[in-house]
């Protein structure tokens, strides 16, 4: 059976992260079956199809994604009842479960790693990457650790060899190049879609292939580790191992597959996405994530130029239209909150640039994403000390830039602005103590603005965040213009305003947003001045404030409008 219907076109997708969703057995952590009490809330909100952060069974160093069993479910999520339950339930509710497939690296507790590690000439020996050193026992080169702990290399005195570690030091990257290993991961692959799961979102799929001479990363600052990007990204046979995928396993399922594509600009990523090349149906970009970025990467106190929001995002539908396919995202578990990041958490806006960002991004081509808490515009958390947060990145580089002597201030700026943390406070339901997230304490702390942004306060308010995106999920299930439209950039120089059309048959849609906090003015395009015009929605409930033939609007602060052009 292949996907020929390409169902995942219409699909509209809601990330679960496990840990932090619904607690039902009141231990603090997010389980199963607390997923499973919130399918009819997810099923009236209108999405099809979840995404499901790693369940597995895991040592949980970077929250499950070092995987220690890929057959197994994590103690503290359930066991696999609950989640046959799980997927029985949301089948019958008519949303498809997609499990999150971490297989770039696993646990140094999985039993492929414990023999590994034991010898160099064992059935494991081949199923990671290890190195001699070189002469003068240091790494094998200098690419530096993702996770900002220092080498990507750590030296393994019972083989006298050094292993590959793109992330954590307890996740040693597998071996793509062993075709034991490639099988391994196919048959677990077949293991749960032989259990009805729905595909696959691919963790860090980009960097599976390596070069094989593996280089020192010539930019690196002296006395400074390099990019572990430069041998990893999209390696020599990247596709090759994708292609192999395809024809082993995911051509004989009706699935949806993603891939996370760290560090792919927009031509390497049409060979992942084109359909002729029978790899996945779509990837992770991350070149709108980066418009912040500064001297120190994501960690950063900058404000983005909204010209460079709509020059990566345009670019992107540009491209990959009629010969691609997009994903459409603002934040994820890796992500702050896009309302802090992209919109204002001031209060005073956070409904309408919540709804504002959800207009401009899920009116384009793509599947949308829509991460938990979305829906009600949960914000950064800015913890006071480091002590507060719990990924392993945040505190890795909270010790790197004190090693570099910089301000506590300062370093706790670009924790508060950046920590994957902020993703993960828990899904803020109600006004309840631990806001009916759990009874007990939660794993990690709640954001302390749960009391007034909460699903129960949402959905009772006069303007409902989570009652816009039910309208904006509905409308693109209705709407071809949404769907197979083309996209056409307007005014890419705005500082103020992202607008662009969708065309589709004749039929237009005009979508505008507003990214300042202040009123500002958009001049209605030449070519659509002299026709009639629909309002389609808008996050305002008063009148669209125009002049009095309607060729000038008059955009009120983080305003979204949609109009439908005849």
């Known amino acids: 059976m292949t996907n020929k219907n390409e169902w995942w076109k219409n699909a509209v997708v809601y990330q679960i992260y496990p840990q932090s969703f619904k607690d039902s057995n009141n231990d603090g952590i997010g389980d199963i079956n607390g997923i499973r009490e919130k399918i009819p809330y997810l099923k009236d909100l209108g999405i099809n199809v979840i995404w499901l952060n790693p369940i597995y069974e895991s040592p949980m160093v970077d929250n499950g994604y070092d995987i220690s069993d890929y057959y197994k479910i994590h103690e503290s999520y359930g066991s696999m009842e609950d989640f046959d339950n799980l997927l029985k339930e949301a089948h019958d ?3 498809k479960i997609i499990m999150d497939l971490a297989v770039c690296a696993s646990s140094v507790e999985h039993k492929w790693f414990k023999e590994s590690k034991k010898s160099r000439n064992n059935k494991y020996s081949d199923y990671y990457i290890w190195k001699d050193p070189k002469p003068d026992g240091s790494a094998p080169n200098n690419w530096g650790s993702i996770f900002g702990s220092g080498s990507a290399w750590e030296y393994c005195g019972e083989r006298e060899q050094y292993y590959l570690h793109l992330f954590a030091v307890e996740q040693p990257d597998l071996n793509w190049e062993n075709p034991d290993l490639r099988k391994e991961v196919y048959d677990n692959m077949e293991f749960w879609l032989n259990k009805g799961v729905d595909g696959f979102r691919l963790d860090s799929i980009s960097l599976i292939s390596k070069n094989q001479d593996f280089p020192d990363d010539p930019n690196a600052n002296k006395n400074d580790y390099g990019s572990p990007y430069f041998g990893s990204s999209n390696g020599p046979r990247v596709h090759e191992f994708l292609q192999e995928m395809y024809d082993n396993v995911l051509s004989k399922y009706d699935v949806m597959t993603v ?20 790899e996945l149906n779509m990837v992770f970009q991350f070149d709108h994530m980066h418009v912040d970025y500064g001297k120190f990467g994501r960690y950063s106190d900058l404000k983005f130029k909204l010209s460079d929001l709509k020059e990566t995002m345009f670019l992107w539908q540009k491209k990959l239209n009629g010969v691609g396919w997009n994903s459409l995202y603002w934040d994820n578990h890796d992500q702050p909150r896009f309302v802090s990041r992209f919109g204002n958490d001031n209060p005073k806006y956070i409904k309408q640039s919540a709804t504002m960002l959800a207009t401009v991004l899920y009116f384009q081509q793509g599947t949308p994403f829509i991460y938990q808490g979305d829906e009600i515009g949960m914000t950064n958390v800015s913890f006071d000390t480091i002590d507060s947060y719990k990924d392993i990145e945040a505190h890795n580089m909270y010790r790197k830039f ?3 002597g910089l301000p506590n201030e300062e370093i706790m700026c670009y924790i508060h602005n950046k920590s994957r943390d ?6 803020q339901w109600d006004t309840n103590l631990f806001s009916g997230f759990s009874h007990a304490k939660p794993w990690i702390e709640l954001n302390p603005n749960y009391p007034e942004i909460n699903v129960e306060n949402d959905i009772k308010s006069e303007f409902s965040i989570h009652d816009y995106y039910k309208d904006i999920i509905k409308y693109r299930k209705e709407s071809k213009i949404v769907r197979e439209g083309d996209f056409k950039e307007i005014s890419p120089e705005d500082s103020d305003i992202f607008s662009y059309t969708r065309t589709y048959e004749g039929h237009t849609l005009l ?17 659509l001045k002299d026709f009639n015009r629909e309002l389609v929605i808008s996050n305002y409930d008063s009148n669209i404030e125009q002049n009095e033939n309607g060729s000038t609007l008059y955009l009120r602060p983080y305003e ?3 109009f ?3």
Not at 263 to 276: G, I, M, N, S, W
Not at 422 to 427: D, G, K, L, V, Y
Not at 511 to 527: E, Q, T
């Open 93 to 95: 509710s008519g949303i």
């Open 259 to 278: 891939g996370e594509a760290t560090r792919t600009p927009v031509d390497k990523a049409l060979l992942y996405c084109q359909p002729e090349r029978k």
């Open 402 to 404: 004190s090693d570099m």
């Open 422 to 427: 902020n993703a993960r406070t828990p899904m």
């Open 511 to 527: 979508v505008l947003g507003s990214f300042s906090d202040k009123k500002v003015c958009y001049n209605i395009p030449n070519h």
């Open 560 to 562: 979204a409008i949609v």
């Open 564 to 566: 439908y052009v005849q």
